[in-house]
């Protein structure tokens, strides 16, 4: 081998250990985040949950110039759980693999990652506290915790919990120094073992000071401790009541000093007063103002769906008609001025209008068939400029409850003062030749000016008209992208889309795409769409 | 006066179904004190194990103690289990009583191989390989391989 030959394979060699050094700094260190104006700060969007983006510049004249800028693949399952925040310059997400990380709004490079202690099982709350920026998250061993947003250390963890089951789905609120932390349980699920003695946990909502992460208080959906009401085998023994789990976003009313939720049902017999109920907790203390059940009688577990004669099966069998979106404090022009509405949506396909003063139900409306997937499934957005609100309807076929009605699934339009409906779109059938695939909308929608942002277990994400429901806009998520993260070990996929749906930032709109939790398709991929300014035409 | 003594006969290995037979005796009272002992203890009927991933493992060690419970004694002292000594089985190695290292290899390769379909579907062919060798003429399962062991038929003789 000559002299030059070895001195060019020195410089190829040299220059590509540069080039590779160079992607991997640009991969891992991307810069840290510098701004802390927070433009989309909760999974509600705001203390109402009204999941409505005014920051939003995509509109109906634009929205076709949305394109793909990056994809992102997340760690750790098929089933992402997470709903990210963002500010000016960043977006924080956090991942089955228990990473709380923060990308470059723009790129999708990393800027850092936070390891937790446990899969990120919840939305992001920011929280500004003595002129720092906290991000705030529930963990799916029952913790929640605090981290600086500018440098992703940590302030605090928390466990949350006061039963060993218990973990945390729903998105905490962050409000006046104080986070509200919705409690869930997994008994629903071990239920399914029979040497189980179903069932002791009861949902919650918990106040936590969130400069230090201390108890404030706590109140459980059920009053009553749970007892002993049977015994099987000599030995294993039932009790009761247990579950009415809150697996949802909390909503504040400043006006009333109230924090409102829904619950679920219950897990075990004797059927409460705190399933499957809007309830209304005085903010400072915790004390019940008031509390509306929807669906009574409401028993159900995961043993139900092995055999209606397993020994954890409640012997009502469901219907299993949980309040999973969180309720929407609304405002409309009503006769007497501005007017507050409490807006609830439930699996059974019905939404409730409620007096948020007295908790009197004000009308319901059906909008579907219903079932143990929605219905009403994740959370509804509303426009209260149109005096709109969007009650997204799953009625899956795979999930029925018994009802002789016909599903119905779809985008649903509801006048907030009336309950009439103004418009609604039904779903397109995208299932034919794709296993695993459901037809249905079940994620959480989100709403700006003009449009209404829509996604379906099928892997379709939609723009609908806010005004008249029209489709604008479609994207066909279930499909595999090239990531800005990829290795050979982790590849970016898409798949059903469900749980928290879409948000939207400025000229942006982010998307996880892949929920493989209940049989829908699974997936990894963190969407990044971006309106393309020099595709859109002169106004 | 005649007394009754019990000797293992070499080159006579036992009944395929006075085996069989006694597995299944085994395996029956086993797991009847497994079920017993799982609902006395309460194992299962709180959430932690479903939780913490110590599911597998207590329900292991709950299988390993039953075993050694019901048929630890008999093995130390006569390298049977319950169902062999009630069927007049022997484990042995070079005709005599098999030492108790070598039992509790045999004991590990049994319960091992009994666990295997719940692990997945490839090892499950060593499952197979098990049954497949003792229905040979030789009567040698897997776990008597491993083990260096085999199962002869004890007869009594007066003396």
């Given amino acids: 081998m000559s002299r030059n030959t070895i001195c060019y ?3 190829a060699i040299a220059g590509l250990l540069a080039l590779t050094a160079t992607q991997l700094a640009w991969a891992a260190n991307c810069e840290a985040p510098k701004s802390t104006e927070f433009l989309a700060a909760s999974w509600g969007q705001d203390h109402r949950n009204t999941r409505y983006q005014p920051n939003s510049t995509i509109n109906a004249r634009n929205v076709e110039t949305l394109e793909l800028a990056w994809v992102f693949a997340l760690e750790g399952g098929q089933a992402p759980h997470s709903y990210p925040i963002a500010t000016k310059d960043s977006l924080y997400i956090g991942t089955q693999a228990s990473k709380l990380i923060a990308l470059d709004r723009a790129s999708g490079c990393t800027r850092w ?5 446990d899969s990120i099982r919840t939305g992001l709350v920011h929280g500004r506290l003595n002129q720092q920026d906290l991000i705030f998250f529930g963990t799916g061993n029952g913790d929640v915790e605090a981290v600086s947003a500018l440098s992703g250390e940590q302030l605090w963890s928390v466990d949350a919990r006061d039963h060993d089951a218990q973990f945390i789905t729903g998105t905490p609120v962050f409000h006046d120094g104080v986070l509200y932390v919705p409690i869930s349980s997994r008994e629903v699920a071990i239920a399914i073992s029979p040497l189980y003695g179903c069932c002791t946990s009861r949902g919650a909502v918990a106040a936590f000071d969130a400069a230090t992460g201390q ?23 039932s009790w009761g009541p247990s579950g009415a789990p809150v697996w949802s976003a909390p909503t504040i009313d400043i006006k009333r000093n109230t924090l409102l939720f829904g619950s679920g049902e219950n897990y075990s017999a004797p059927a409460s007063q705190g399933s499957d109920a809007i309830t209304a907790l005085d903010l400072r203390t915790g004390a019940k103002r008031w509390s509306q059940q929807y669906t009574a009688s409401d028993n159900f577990n995961m043993a139900c769906t092995v055999n209606k004669n397993h020994p954890n099966c409640p012997k009502e069998n469901g219907p299993d008609l949980d309040f999973g979106a969180p309720p929407v404090l609304a405002r409309f022009d009503g006769p007497r001025g501005p007017q507050d ?4 949506g439930q699996k059974s396909a019905e939404v409730h209008a409620i007096d948020p003063e007295t908790g009197v139900k004000l009308w319901s409306r059906n ?14 957005a509303t426009n209260e400029t149109l005096g709109l609100l969007y009650a997204p309807v799953s009625d899956i076929r795979q999930a029925p409850i018994g009802s002789t009605q016909e599903p119905a699934p779809g985008m649903y339009a509801i006048d907030i003062a009336t309950g009439q409906v103004r418009w609604q779109t039904p779903t397109e059938d995208h299932c034919a030749g794709r296993e695993r695939c459901m037809n249905g909308f079940s994620a959480a929608p989100i709403a700006n000016a ?7 277990l099928d892997g379709w994400l939609h723009a609908l008209r806010a005004d008249n429901g029209a489709r604008v806009w479609d994207f066909d998520t279930w499909r595999e992208f090239s990531a800005v993260n990829e290795t050979d070990e982790l590849k970016a996929s898409g798949g059903s889309i469900d749980v928290h749906g879409p948000l939207l930032v400025e000229d942006q709109l982010f998307i996880q795409s892949g929920y493989g939790s209940f049989g829908q398709q699974g997936g990894n991929a963190l969407l990044a769409f971006r309106l393309t300014p020099s595709k859109q035409s002169n106004p | 006066m005649t007394e009754v003594q019990s000797q293992s006969l070499s080159g006579q290995p036992a009944a395929k179904m006075r085996r069989i037979a006694a597995t299944g005796i085994d395996a029956i009272i086993t797991a009847g004190l497994v079920v017993l002992l799982t609902l006395v203890s309460g194992q299962f009927e709180v959430a932690a194990p479903y939780l913490d991933g110590t599911l597998v493992l207590r329900a292991t060690l709950l299988v390993i103690g039953s075993y050694l419970l019901l048929h630890g004694i008999f093995l130390l002292r006569s390298a049977q289990t319950l169902g062999k000594k009630i069927l007049g089985l022997q484990i042995v190695t070079d005709n005599q009583a098999a030492p108790f290292w070598r039992l509790m290899v045999r004991a590990g390769a049994l319960l091992s191989l009994a666990f295997i379909p719940v692990v997945g579907y490839p090892l499950q062919a060593l499952h197979l390989v098990d049954i497949l060798l003792f229905l040979l003429p030789a009567g040698l399962a897997l776990h008597d391989r491993l083990s260096g062991t085999e199962v002869v038929r004890l007869v009594a003789r007066s003396v």
């Fill in chain 1, 9 to 11: 394979l020195f410089y």
């Fill in chain 1, 113 to 117: 990652t936070y390891s937790s202690a």
């Fill in chain 1, 215 to 237: 108890q404030l208080w706590r109140t459980h959906t059920i009053a009553d401790e749970p007892e002993v009401t049977g015994r099987r085998w000599l030995f294993i023994e």
């Fill in chain 1, 341 to 344: 509405i409490i807006l609830a």
């Fill in chain 1, 367 to 380: 909008i579907g068939r219903g079932g143990y997937l929605g219905g009403v499934h994740w959370g509804m």
């Fill in chain 1, 450 to 456: 003009d449009l209404v942002f829509v996604a379906g």
